[in-house]
């Protein structure tokens, strides 16, 4: 799994102009995104590293603080750029491979009492954030 982590002060998901995940105070923007081979330990430790990593003010994580989490699903994430022009997408994981771990991922964060919003998943969504550093990182499992 992949996630591009992002420490804002807030952040909300519209799809056709309606809010469908929002966050109003600081936390993170999650985009989360699954390949192939990817399981329940991938699950686990992308859950893990969501909600301890010391990336918040202070050096606190999600845990410390109670900071809320916004996962979008961003299959993108594994777009290769190598050859051509044209990203290739093969890396990616179908959807219907993809949605269950990304929702296992929302769902193991909510077990360790991370308050968690969420866009929708296979849509096409606009994302608004407020990037607090700014302050970007790329996790990988």
């Given at each position: 799994m992949r996630a591009v982590l992002q420490r804002v002060t807030r952040a909300a998901v519209r799809v056709e102009g309606e809010v469908v995940g929002e966050i109003t105070r600081p936390g993170l923007v999650a985009l989360v995104a699954a390949t192939h081979d990817d399981g329940p330990?991938?699950?686990?430790?992308?859950?893990?590293?969501?909600?301890?990593?010391r990336i918040l003010r202070e050096e606190r994580s999600v845990l410390e603080t109670g900071a809320p989490v916004l996962v979008v699903s961003q299959f993108t994430l594994y777009g290769s750029t190598?050859?051509?022009?044209?990203?290739?997408?093969?890396?990616?994981?179908?959807?219907?491979?993809?949605?269950?771990?990304?929702?296992?991922?929302?769902a193991a964060l909510r077990e360790r009492g991370v308050e968690v919003a969420t866009g929708r998943f296979g849509a096409m969504m606009e994302v608004e954030l407020v990037n607090d550093g700014p302050f970007t990182l790329l996790v990988d499992t």
């Open positions: 330990a991938d699950v686990a430790t992308m859950a893990r590293k969501i909600a301890e990593l190598r050859k051509g022009r044209r990203p290739s997408w093969g890396d990616a994981a179908p959807g219907a491979v993809a949605e269950p771990l990304v929702e296992a991922v929302v």
